[in-house]
């Protein structure tokens, strides 16, 4: 199973930064939406940002502003790479972050990274 390979979690400080990469193998075809979810024990599961191949990006609301997604260039090498990069963090962002990648007409998502865990606390 084509498994993505997540990197850059860690443990900072409140108001402190890091940023988060995440590749796939690279002969696979471009991925239609890019993205990250990330868990907490004891909460559920939620979306915090994707982009599209097109450049579309979306994230929910309480990491507007203080996080970035980005993406390879559509027909470079990294095309099918994604970053987070996470800015001000609070110890609410506290939990495992989760890279996946979904194909044009899929609904839920086709690949996974293994997860990386970002900790915040002072």
């Known amino acids: 199973q084509v498994q993505f390979v997540e990197s850059g979690g860690g443990l900072v400080r409140p108001g402190e930064s890091l940023t988060l990469s995440c590749a796939a193998p690279?002969?696979?075809?471009?991925?239609?939406?890019m993205g990250w979810y990330r868990q907490s024990p004891g909460r559920q599961r939620e979306l915090v940002a994707t982009v599209d191949s097109g450049g579309t990006k979306r994230y929910r609301d309480s990491v507007m502003s203080r996080f970035t997604i980005s993406r390879g260039a559509a027909r470079g090498a990294a095309k099918n790479t994604v970053w987070l990069q996470m800015k001000n963090l609070r110890p609410d962002d506290t939990a495992v972050y989760y890279c996946f990648g979904r194909r044009l007409n899929s609904d839920t998502p086709d690949y996974w990274g293994q997860g990386t865990q970002v900790i915040v606390s002072s």
């Open positions: 690279g002969d696979i075809a471009t991925i239609a939406n």
